[in-house]
């Protein structure tokens, strides 16, 4: 009896399957979704594409702006104050009128006075503020650093 359901069941399916027009359809279906399928693949490898392209294009920049600025280099390079100035760094030269005066380095360093860092006294004098204290000027300083830099 439970096959006699199912052979009814199955029958207008069967026979809607013979039909021309619903072998058709779903043909048109599948080449529908073969088309559509492979545009996705076409559409994802022109993104890619587009983003190599803008990198390189980047990249391009990038050197370009390097070599002008190497150009650059080289145009100081070839200037006379650069000439100058290498020769009074490596051979201690002067311009006329001036006189070089050679300091050996363990005097020079013997009158010397070391200079303590900006971070580092600062540092120090926050540490000597209690920490509440502390924690209100960092706050001030966070939210109203940009009406004190005007």
Same mark, same amino acid.
């Given at each position: 009896?439970?096959?006699?359901?199912?052979?009814?069941?199955?029958?207008?399916?069967?026979?809607? !399957?013979?039909?021309? #027009?619903?072998? +058709?359809?779903?043909?048109? =279906?599948?080449?529908? %979704?073969? @088309?559509?399928?492979?545009?996705?693949?076409?559409?994802?490898?022109?993104?890619?594409?587009?983003?190599?392209?803008?990198?390189?294009?980047?990249?391009?920049?990038?050197?370009?702006?390097?070599?002008?600025?190497?150009?650059?280099?080289?145009?100081?390079?070839?200037?006379?104050?650069?000439?100058? !100035?290498?020769?009074? #760094?490596?051979? +201690?030269?002067?311009?006329? =009128?001036?006189?070089? %005066?050679? @300091?050996?380095?363990?005097?020079?360093?013997?009158?010397?006075?070391?200079?303590?860092?900006?971070?580092?006294?600062?540092?120090?004098?926050?540490?000597?503020?209690?920490?509440?204290?502390?924690?209100?000027?960092?706050?001030?300083?966070?939210?109203?650093?940009?009406?004190?830099?005007?």
């Amino acid at each position: 009896m439970l096959g006699k359901l199912r052979a009814i069941k199955l029958k207008p399916i069967i026979d809607a !399957l013979r039909d021309t #027009r619903v072998i +058709g359809a779903i043909g048109f =279906g599948v080449i529908a %979704l073969l @088309v559509s399928w492979s545009s996705v693949g076409v559409i994802q490898q022109n993104f890619t594409l587009q983003q190599q392209i803008a990198q390189l294009e980047n990249e391009i920049t990038i050197q370009g702006l390097e070599n002008a600025n190497l150009e650059l280099r080289n145009e100081y390079y070839n200037t006379d104050k650069y000439l100058e !100035l290498q020769a009074r #760094r490596q051979f +201690g030269l002067a311009a006329p =009128g001036e006189t070089v %005066l050679t @300091v050996p380095e363990r005097i020079a360093l013997e009158h010397s006075v070391e200079v303590a860092d900006e971070s580092d006294a600062s540092q120090q004098v926050q540490t000597d503020k209690a920490w509440y204290q502390q924690n209100l000027e960092a706050w001030g300083e966070f939210f109203f650093r940009g009406f004190r830099e005007q």
